[in-house]
């Protein structure tokens, strides 16, 4: 197992590695952002350009970038959207937002989610099972922004329940932010929970149809001990590791629901970067989404062979 | 022992022998039913299942819908007006009936009764009451100057179209001459008198103020019978060009027509009428404007042409790129298998969002925007249908009729699409019926976002439309109620119907929803 793990880190790492390289020598070949006259940042950025190199041919480019970040953590300095500013505390300020916001839309939606699908499971081929089935196709269906849309006008505009934006500031643990949280945490909610209710309802259907279920009852459990004991505990090997790939998926949030509540994170800023051509804050962003997409499936990939003994022998096939 | 073995069977004349049948033919009994072909089979099956069958004539009408809309609308994307922006819908014809539908309708709350007085003004005037009906009445009494003193402030529902009421227009000498030409033909009023500020307490900056007021507020200055007082010039000093044309009821011909205004005139126009004098017709706008002042109706067709059209390309050519890939993969096995395994692998840890954008960036200005997103969407989009193909190579390509076709000195590239790749179309045609819908909905998402703009291409796109919506989305939901309800019905139309088709051709398959 142990080397299981191993190879599949380094592996990602590699795979990391290059899509690094390929972004950062497809925004380098880019025409970097012209500077300002007469601005007393011109000069520095300058010269922070002329030791990144940006003379040299793009591998030593990349050589040096890596050298940076490694050694100092430096993703260099944004030269359009933040003038002047160290791209990497930019980006640590963005971060708690959307990490905030995802967090709290997973805590409500993964147990409500698991909930339904094994309400529709054990209900299968009624009406309750074709309403949660039916209901979850929709909204798997139907865009998030369309839900945000919703939220925004129903709730926020007709019934003035919530502020329409989330509000701004850092304070975010304070009760008057949670609320302005809350119709993006609700839009986010969404599509979470009705890929849980999918995936559990489908997982429990199959697992309580197996022999096991059957011998289960044949040796004197009754259903309800059947089920939380036997299926359950089944079911959760594929659910259990969705759960920690939604986890790590937080960090990177979603653009289009942080543009319509104007959340000040890291989608926000990815957006604004492209749009002002800001390219150092672009490369770093980009590097962020591969690493936790990347993140994501391998932790999920391993949790399958920790949770599932019998995935862990497959893996040696 | 049976006294029959002991027959001698050795030696049996030939006359002995006789044909059993000599005349009739020998065959199997012929089938009573007709026999059912794998794709006939599907179809039965598909056409039991109802939500499918539903989104698949919903699916058709929404092709439909893209399709006729532009072309039965009056306004192609190009016709922007600039004052009917993120206006409510809105049909003449219908209007008139006073269903309370396509009336333009929007509410406005609290309106004192010098706003009141304001929209009685335009009703007078132009003939067009703006007010459709008092929703509410809200009255709180004050005391002023040591008396009681009522002050309602009322919720009305209006036109908005009737709303603008009186606009100021500059025309040249020959637009201005075009226009009474064509005041007379119609008989419609467009050109109104032309009030001086002087005349109305030097209010400058309200076109619709055509009465006698007596405050800066437009307090209007009423008779006995509490009709306003017309305040209209009759300074012949100011006319900027002679008016020879159809004249407002109680002009005795003394009124003005229009104003100097260095080398053109300046008149008072009843936007309405003026909108009839441009466009050769009312405003008709059966899902309203966008905030550009498009028509919704043909522009949501013209998005969700490019849409579709878009999808289906982008389907067809990951079907074809990852059913090659797949089953090369799939058939060789090995090393080849592991080494495209990881290309496809880096491939896929690029995120979607960053690809797309470095494509633009890139290749955006060289071979066009809809190019570039295409490559977008082709990089990492046949990765999940290579998967796909070579799960089902692994299935078949050991079973006994590929080893069969193998002994028969078949080649490999006959093997993988003459006898293993049929076997996995089903399976491969279905899942395709489902990436249509995943394009359509990333492809809103970039447009909505703005990272991609398809305006110079299509016109517009559903996406765009619904970005467009959400700036005025409290005064003007509709701007992105029906971009919204069109995008949705579409995508959970397509999946059902995806997933149905799926079911038909794997029925081992049924109710596994991903």
Not at chain 1, 92 to 117: D, R, W
Not at chain 2, 9 to 35: G, M, R, Y
Not at chain 2, 291 to 306: P, V
Not at chain 2, 309 to 319: E, K, P, Q, T, Y
Request: glycine letters at 8%.
């Amino acid at each position: 197992m142990a080397k299981y793990v191993v190879q599949r880190v380094l592996l990602m790492l590699i795979t990391l590695l290059i899509i690094t390289c390929i972004c950062f020598v497809l925004i380098r070949m880019l025409p970097p952002a012209e500077l300002p006259l007469n601005d007393i940042h011109t000069q520095v950025i300058e010269a922070r350009r002329e030791a990144q190199g940006y003379n040299e041919p793009y591998m030593v480019q990349f050589g040096i970038f890596l050298k940076n970040i490694f050694t100092k953590w430096d993703w260099g300095i944004s030269d359009k959207l933040y003038f002047g500013q160290d791209v990497a505390s930019i980006f640590a300020e963005k971060l708690p937002a959307t990490i905030f916001v995802n967090l709290y839309s997973i805590l409500l939606s993964i147990p409500l989610g698991i909930a339904l699908g094994i309400f529709a499971a054990l209900k299968k081929n009624t009406w309750v099972d074709y309403s949660i089935s039916t209901l979850t196709m929709v909204v798997i269906s139907v865009p998030s922004f369309v839900f945000a849309f919703l939220i925004q006008y129903f709730l926020s505009y007709k019934l003035g329940w919530f502020p329409f934006l989330m509000k701004a500031g850092k304070d975010y643990l304070s009760w008057s932010m949670f609320v302005s949280m809350l119709p993006t945490v609700m839009s986010l909610s969404f599509g979470v929970i009705a890929s849980f209710t999918r995936t559990t309802r489908a997982e429990l259907t199959e697992v309580l149809t197996s022999e096991f279920m059957l011998l289960a009852r044949t040796k004197g459990l009754t259903k309800a001990q059947a089920t939380v004991r036997h299926a359950l505990k089944n079911c959760m090997v594929v659910v259990l590791p969705a759960i920690f790939g939604e986890f790590i998926g937080i960090m990177s949030g979603s653009l289009v629901i942080e543009k319509i509540f104007a959340v000040p994170g890291v989608g926000g800023l990815y957006l604004n970067a492209i749009n002002a051509r800001d390219y150092p804050i672009f490369i770093m962003v980009s590097c962020f989404y591969t690493a936790v997409s990347l993140l994501a499936s391998i932790v999920i990939d391993i949790s399958y062979g920790f949770i599932d003994p019998r995935i862990r022998m497959g893996s040696k096939k | 022992m049976s006294m029959q073995n002991d027959v001698k069977f050795e030696k049996i004349p030939a006359e002995k022998f006789a044909f059993v049948q000599l005349d009739t033919n020998i065959h199997d009994k012929k089938l009573e039913t007709k026999s059912r072909g794998y794709l006939a089979d599907a179809f039965l099956r598909f056409k039991k299942n109802k939500s499918s069958l539903i989104a698949a004539v919903i699916i058709i009408f929404l092709l439909l819908f893209a399709l006729i809309s532009p072309m039965v609308s009056p306004y192609t994307i190009n016709d922007k007006d600039p004052v009917y922006t993120s206006y409510p819908p809105y049909v003449p014809a219908i209007a008139e009936l006073g269903w309370g539908i396509f009336d333009g309708a929007t509410t406005h709350a609290s309106q004192n009764d010098l706003a009141m007085s304001a929209w009685k003004g335009i009703a007078v005037e132009t003939g067009m009451n703006p007010v459709l009906g008092i929703v509410n009445v809200n009255t709180t009494y004050v005391m002023y100057r040591g008396q009681q003193k009522a002050n309602n402030t009322y919720t009305i529902e209006t036109n908005r179209y009737f709303e603008t009421g009186i606009v100021y227009r500059v025309f040249k000498y020959s637009e201005f001459e075009a226009i009474q030409q064509w005041q007379n033909e119609t008989g419609i009023q467009v050109i109104y008198p032309y009030v001086e500020s002087k005349d109305i307490c030097d209010i400058t900056d309200n076109p619709n103020i055509w009465y006698q007021v007596s405050d800066s507020k437009g307090t209007p200055v009423l008779d006995e019978n509490g009709d306003f007082i017309p305040a209209y010039s009759q300074n012949t000093a100011l006319e900027g060009a002679p008016y020879d044309s159809i004249r407002i009821e109680g002009d005795d011909g003394s009124y003005i027509y229009s104003a100097k205004k260095s080398g053109a005139v300046q008149c008072r126009v009843s936007y309405y009428n003026y909108y009839i004098y441009q466009n050769g017709m009312e405003p008709t706008y059966l899902f309203g404007t966008n905030s550009l002042g498009q028509d919704l109706f043909s522009a949501i067709g013209i998005g969700a042409r490019f849409s579709i059209i878009f999808a289906i390309l982008v389907s067809a050519i990951n079907l074809t790129i990852g059913a090659i890939y797949g089953a090369i993969q799939g058939y060789y096995g090995g090393r080849v298998d592991l080494a495209m395994d990881r290309v496809s692998d880096i491939l896929s840890g690029m995120p979607f969002i960053v690809c797309t954008t470095l494509f633009q960036l890139h290749l955006g200005q060289k071979v066009g925007v809809v190019p570039a997103f295409l490559f977008a969407f082709v990089l990492t989009g046949w990765i999940g249908m290579a998967a796909l193909t070579r799960k089902q190579f692994y299935r078949f390509k050991g079973q006994e009729f590929v080893l069969a076709a193998r002994t028969l000195g078949a080649s490999d590239r006959r093997l993988m699409f003459k006898h293993i790749f049929p076997n996995a179309l089903g399976t491969i045609i279905t899942s395709c019926a489902l990436i249509i819908p995943s394009v359509i909905s990333s492809e809103t998402q970039l447009t909505y976002l703005g990272i991609i703009n398809l305006q110079e291409f299509a016109g517009t796109s559903i996406g765009t439309l619904m970005s467009q919506g959400q700036v005025s989305m409290t005064t003007a939901p509709h701007g992105m109620f029906f971009p919204s309800i069109f995008v949705s019905l579409l995508l959970i139309s397509f999946n059902l119907f995806g997933n149905g088709l799926r079911d038909a051709f794997n029925p081992s398959t049924r109710g596994v929803d991903d």
